[in-house]
């Protein structure tokens, strides 16, 4: 069983960065697949970064360029760095891990964090 915490959420001008964390406790998260997603009202939860156990990273093509997901293995967590922020970012982040092979960028992992919420507003 794997629980994770996001936090590093808030409210940023159009233009500006912010940078949430997922903090996970549990099982051997080295071997997990990590991801994030986003949900903003009224709209589905959309896959925006996911990072392969081997490594691998994609991204939505609507923050390629401008968001990276990294992790840090020893301190069992990942991050989400988020640039060049615009209005239509807001959303709740949620971050997702679970057990997958090397190379499997698919998302929908088996573990969910609670969200956190990201306001992208002048």
């Known amino acids: 069983q794997v629980h994770l915490v996001e936090s590093g959420g808030g409210l940023v001008e159009p233009g500006g960065s912010l940078r949430p964390s997922c903090a996970a406790s549990?099982?051997?998260?080295?071997?997990?697949?990590r991801a994030w997603y986003r949900q903003a009202p009224g709209k589905q939860r959309d896959l925006v970064a996911v990072?392969?156990?081997?490594?691998?990273?994609n991204y939505a093509d609507s923050v390629k360029g401008r968001f990276t997901i990294s992790r840090d293995g020893a301190k069992h967590m990942v991050y989400l760095q988020m640039n060049s922020l615009k209005p239509e970012d807001t959303a709740v982040y949620y971050c997702?891990?679970?057990?997958?092979?090397?190379?499997?960028?698919?998302?929908?992992?088996?573990?969910w964090g609670q969200g956190t919420q990201v306001t992208v507003s002048s």
């Open positions: 990072m392969s156990t081997g490594g691998m990273t």
């Open positions: 997702n891990a679970g057990p997958t092979s090397s190379d499997d960028l698919s998302g929908d992992y088996d573990y």
């Open positions: 549990g099982s051997i998260f080295s071997r997990h697949a």
